[in-house]
């Protein structure tokens, strides 16, 4: 009776083993491959999942933000840029500064000896005395007072100050030398000026600029115009200093598209700490823009291309994927709109796309063999 009973149990034991060892083979087998269910679906193993580290984002419709990155250049502020010239005919006989000098508004960098001057301060004095010689009502004052202001503004325009007129006036006592002035507060960037040159109307001593708020003029891909604002702020990186970030203003959108490169041109105003940046420099904008509307929005990693299709790998659940072609609107590195193709709330593979759609070439391969 005991041996009938041990042989019952190692029977059993036996038929378990068995059964144990054939369920291990059957889950080895299933991690081997994916298993293809329909065209344009994959089937993966959850060893495979983690395996290619696939993530997956949720398909939305509220607001998003996203960088948006412009290459562009540092360029001069024509706003706050000019041209130092001579305004009367003259012999240089005082040099002050020179190209690469820091000046202030209203100082001197130049001056000059001019004869055409000197008859100006002289045509101003007659004025004034004749003016001073007849009084409100008289039959000459209107005369006299059109002459006064004319020889003034005469003065005014080569430079010199009211300042420096009324003292003339005052006084009778002419200036000498004619000092030219920088217009703002600048930098002297190019240009230069010989001692006892003599120089003509309209000679050019010096380039100023103000480098306090330069320009950057960037590029904007067509299709992300309807992205960009006047207003936006960004953020401007330069190559000498990628570590530092001058705030910029978009101030101006170019009307005008590049015919080769499809780009617009858009104008920052940038705020120059220790005017670091420098004319001509290379220079990266970084925008950070809102996508709003009710359209779908995914991540720019999930959208494949196929020829001239766009897709995403949908997924059904955590091992089981679709190729689903969709429709785009607005694309950015970060983010992408989605037309149609996808509903609210379906999940994309963000991360990982690239092994899926090996997988699902290798897989329509075989089936064709």
């Keep these: 009776m005991n041996s009938f009973v041990g042989c019952m149990l190692g029977c059993a034991l036996l038929f378990f083993l068995g059964a144990c060892s054939e369920q291990q083979r059957a889950e080895n087998n299933a991690a081997e491959a994916p ?20 993530g997956m984002d949720t398909a939305m419709t509220s607001p998003v933000s996203a960088p948006l990155t412009l290459s562009g250049r540092v360029a001069l502020n024509e706003r706050l840029s000019a041209h130092i010239t001579a305004r009367v005919r003259g012999r240089v006989e005082q040099v002050h500064s020179v190209a690469g000098d820091h000046v202030k508004k209203g100082e001197p960098v130049v001056e000059l000896y001019s004869q055409e001057f000197l008859t100006m301060q002289a045509e101003f004095i007659q004025a004034e005395e004749r003016l001073k010689r007849v009084t409100p009502g008289h039959s000459d004052y209107s005369t006299a ?14 430079g010199v100050t009211d300042a420096e007129i009324d003292a003339l006036a ?24 010989h001692l006892g040159a003599f120089v003509d109307l309209g000679t050019e001593f010096f380039t100023i600029a103000n480098l306090q708020t330069p320009w950057v003029i960037a590029d904007v891909v067509e299709h992300d115009l309807p992205l960009v604002s ?33 780009t617009v041109k858009v104008r920052f105003e940038v705020q120059n700490r220790n005017e670091k940046l420098k004319p001509g420099m290379f220079a990266t904008v970084v925008l950070r823009i809102r996508f ?15 020829k001239e299709t766009r897709y995403v790998f949908v997924a059904l659940n955590d091992t089981a994927f679709e190729q689903r072609p969709i429709r785009i609107g607005t694309e950015t590195k970060a983010f992408t709109e989605v037309v149609s193709g996808l509903i609210r709330g379906e999940r994309v593979v963000s991360r990982g796309t690239f092994f899926l759609k090996s997988e699902l070439g290798r897989s329509a391969f075989a089936e064709e063999e």
């Design 230 to 262: 006047e207003g936006l702020w960004g953020d401007v990186i330069a190559g000498p200093y990628p570590q530092e970030r001058f705030k910029g203003r978009l101030t101006s959108i170019i009307d005008l598209v590049d015919e080769k490169s499809r």
């Design 292 to 306: 709003g509307g009710n359209n779908i929005k995914i991540p720019s990693s999930a959208v494949m291309e196929n």
């Design 170 to 193: 005052e006084g009778h006592r002419t200036l000498t030398l004619l000092p030219v002035r920088a217009p703002f507060d600048g930098a002297l960037l190019t240009g230069e000026a």
């Design 35 to 54: 298993i293809q269910r329909i065209p344009g679906t994959l089937t993966l193993t959850r060893q495979q999942t983690q395996s290619a580290d696939i």
């Design 145 to 158: 007072q059109a002459i006064y202001h004319s020889a003034r503004k005469k003065l005014q325009i080569v």
